[in-house]
Nanobody, 120 residues
């Protein structure tokens, strides 16, 4: 199972970016998907998650500004980021709980990360 994230870049404060993450490989199903970020010099933190049924959770710092969504038919998860702030600068990584064919267990998989830089 591979996750490929894209959409990062440099944006001015107040701007918007949309991150995408594609899951591929031999999977029978995907459960929860999510976005995490690692700001410079800090620990990785949760940004948002979305269940297979569409239930979402958000970090308090991004509520009202970021929206997570997914396309189950395409095995994609998205993060729409609006009203970006310099403190949103981080490497953003996608995560998915996926079950391989023939397995009864879900395992957690990570993408390689995409850099988002917000200038003031």
């Amino acid at each position: 199972v591979q996750l490929q994230a894209s959409g990062g870049g440099l944006v001015q404060s107040g701007g918007s970016l949309r991150l995408s993450c594609a899951a591929s490989g031999s999977m029978s199903s995907i459960g929860s998907m999510g976005w995490y970020r690692r700001p410079p010099g800090k620990q990785r933190e949760l940004v948002a998650t979305i269940s297979s049924g569409g239930s979402t959770t958000y970090a308090d710092s991004v509520k009202g500004r970021f929206t997570i969504s997914r396309d189950n038919g395409k095995n994609m998860v998205y993060l729409q980021m609006n009203s970006l702030r310099p403190e949103d600068t981080a490497v953003y990584s996608c995560n998915a709980d996926a079950k391989k064919y023939g397995s009864v267990w879900y395992n957690s998989y990570w993408g390689q990360g995409t850099l988002v830089t917000v200038s003031s």
